[in-house]
Each structure stands twice: as structure tokens, then as C-alpha cells.
């Protein structure tokens, strides 16, 4: 869910408060320091800043990528449909539906938000799990585009948010790893999306994005749900559905892509 978050710029408020931007640039220890000083003015634990910045360093290959990122919807709906939905992934997802229909339908009931979408939407950001769900360290990802000035404000705001998941417990540090842009979990949530939409559905006390599979629906249900999705109503581009998906993506080649998907999984 990358390109929707990607053309915010507000730092996230935490405890109350927003926080100062540090200044972006220049050496990184001292803007490492400035953002330590940050997360634990907004409620950040010296233990959690302690751990996650010990030895940081940047990251080149997070920046290069993130230059080049901007190209990725270039293509016809034609041409990208054809490389993301193709007979195996309709068949898996179709099979998820079986496997999780109880669950699907709780979700159903408490979010207003179809299945379809939702196995559409884990089948194209992670093909449901088991694809690539990125192997970054979330931190160093993100402190390293936080202190390129190009976006710091936004990745300030999203660093931020990365070492709240870990003081509020949903993830551990070790397992905070994401892909190229801090993105976390099995349908791709920034941090702030991750403090923001994540739900417990399985009820053990934490928002685990990366492993519980419960949550991981919840949560993107949740996402939908709060920015307008409604149940029943057509979601087609030009529709009200079409529109509250723009928060998943503002991609109009990949929201149609997941009502593609959605209909090939309904068996339409």
C-alpha cells in the first residue's frame, strides 16, 4: 500500500503531540540522535530507541531503490493485469477463500468488506503470505529515507510509527523487517497505516501483521472500511468503492487490477 501513503508529508503524532521534524542532511549519527530525542519526547521508551539504533547505518541500495519506484505504474491496465493475476494465483486465492470462510464471514459481518477484495488485495501484495513480504530491517530502512531530504517529513513521521509498534508490543524488533520502503507484513502496511487501521482479530493482545493471518484481513478490512468501503455496492472505477480504495492505492491501473481479481475470484 505504498503509493497511496507515499503522497503524505504529515508526521505522525504520537502521545499527543507531533513531533518537530529533525533536520534531514548532514551527518547521520546526529540525525539519529535528533530522532532519538523525538521518539522518546513522544512517549518512545529510551530502552526501545536504545536497542533499535544501536550501530545504525544507512542504507544505499533503500535509497536507489526508492529512486526508481516512482516508475512502477507506467503500464496499461492490459499490460500490468497480465503479469499480476494470472490461473495459479486465481486458484490460490480461491482455495484461501475455502480455508478461511469462517473467518471471512466474521469480517464480512464486522467491516462491510467483501472477501473477494480482501484475498485480491493479500494475493497482490504478497501472494497470500507466501511471496516476498521484504527482509529490510524497518528502522534502518526508514531512518535512512527519513534523513534523505527529498520526503523526511513523511519518513520521519512513518520512523516514528515504527518504534511505537514495537513500545506498544505488537512487534518485537527482530522481527520488525519490511520491504523498500518500511512497508510491513502480508499486505504491505507503512508504519502509520500499521498504528492507524491494525486490528488484534485473533485477540491475543498484539497487531502481528506478519504472521497472523486474522489480523492481517481484519486490519486491511478495517483500512477500507473507515475510508468508505461499502458492502454490496459496486466497487468498479468511476464508483464510490473505486474512490475509498484510493487510501489502499492511488493507482488507478492497481485498484483496477484488485477488481479484476476480486471478480475472477467470485467466479465472474
Not at 18 to 43: I, K, L, P, W, Y
Amino acid at each position: 500500500m505504498l503509493r497511496s501513503l507515499l503522497a503524505t508529508t504529515v508526521v505522525l503524532s504520537l502521545a499527543g503531540g507531533t513531533a518537530e521534524a529533525a533536520r534531514c542532511g548532514g551527518d547521520f549519527n546526529s540525525f539519529v540522535a535528533s530522532m532519538t530525542a523525538e521518539a522518546q519526547g513522544a512517549g518512545v521508551s529510551a530502552g526501545v530507541t536504545s536497542a533499535a539504533f544501536s550501530g545504525i547505518t544507512q542504507d544505499g541500495a533503500v535509497l536507489a531503490f526508492d529512486r526508481r519506484q516512482r516508475y512502477t505504474f507506467n503500464k496499461s491496465f492490459e499490460q500490468y493485469v497480465s503479469t499480476r493475476v494470472g490461473p495459479g494465483r486465481i486458484n490460490g486465492g480461491k482455495a484461501l477463500l475455502q480455508r478461511h470462510a469462517a473467518l471471512l464471514s466474521r469480517i464480512e459481518q464486522q467491516f462491510g468488506v467483501p472477501r473477494y477484495i480482501l484475498v485480491a488485495i493479500w494475493g497482490l501484495e504478497s501472494d497470500f503470505g507466501k511471496g516476498d513480504i521484504g527482509k529490510l530491517p524497518v528502522i534502518r530502512t526508514l531512518a535512512t529515507l527519513a534523513h534523505d531530504c527529498r520526503r523526511t517529513d513523511l519518513f520521519q513521521g512513518e520512523l516514528l510509527a515504527a518504534l511505537k509498534i514495537v513500545q506498544r508490543g505488537d512487534l518485537p524488533l527482530r522481527d520488525l523487517i519490511g520491504a523498500y520502503a518500511g512497508e510491513i507484513g502480508q499486505t504491505q502496511f507503512l508504519p502509520s497505516s500499521y498504528i492507524k487501521y491494525g486490528v488484534d482479530f485473533d485477540g491475543d493482545g498484539h497487531v502481528d501483521l506478519r504472521h497472523s493471518v486474522p489480523d492481517v484481513l481484519a486490519s486491511t478490512a478495517n483500512l477500507l472500511h473507515t475510508n468508505g468501503f461499502k458492502m454490496g455496492q459496486p466497487y468498479g472505477e468511476g464508483t464510490a468503492n473505486f474512490e475509498a480504495m484510493r487510501e489502499w492505492n492511488r493507482a488507478v491501473v492497481y485498484r483496477k487490477t484488485i477488481g479484476y481479481f476480486a471478480d475472477r475470484l467470485a467466479g465472474q
